[in-house]
Nanobody, 116 residues
Framework: VQLVESGGGLVQPGGSLRLSCAAS????????MRWYRQAPGKERELVAN????????AYADSVKGRFTISRDNGKLTAYLQMMSLKPEDTAVYYC??????????WGQGTQVTVSS
């Protein structure tokens, strides 16, 4: 099983990034997908969640209206589109999968830094 994040980097405040999470080794189309983040010295927090069909999403209040989670079951990939980025969005972003057998998987994380 693998979850491989990409798309992180350094961006100025107000900028945008799109994170990708490429999945393999499990039935992606039956899995709920999430993005978490962890800033230095802080606990890991849930950012966004999407169900297996992509029809239902949920967001942390801190990112609502700025971030969009989506998925392409044909490409076995989940995405996190981040807009209007703020310095407080700086964190390592992790992809998480919860499959139809209640097994869970984590990616290795990708760094997002928002700074001028």
């Amino acid at each position: 099983v693998q979850l491989v994040e990409s798309g992180g980097g350094l961006v100025q405040p107000g900028g945008s990034l799109r994170l990708s999470c490429a999945a393999s080794g499990f039935t992606f189309s039956s899995a709920y997908m999430r993005w978490y983040r962890q800033a230095p010295g802080k606990e890991r927090e849930l950012v966004a969640n999407i169900d297996d069909t992509g029809d239902n999403t949920a967001y942390a209040d801190s990112v609502k209206g700025r971030f969009t989670i989506s998925r392409d079951n044909g490409k076995l990939t989940a995405y996190l589109q981040m807009m209007s980025l703020k310095p407080e969005d700086t964190a390592v972003y992790y992809c998480f999968a919860w499959d139809d057998r209640s097994r869970t998987y984590w990616g290795q994380g990708t760094q997002v830094t928002v700074s001028s």
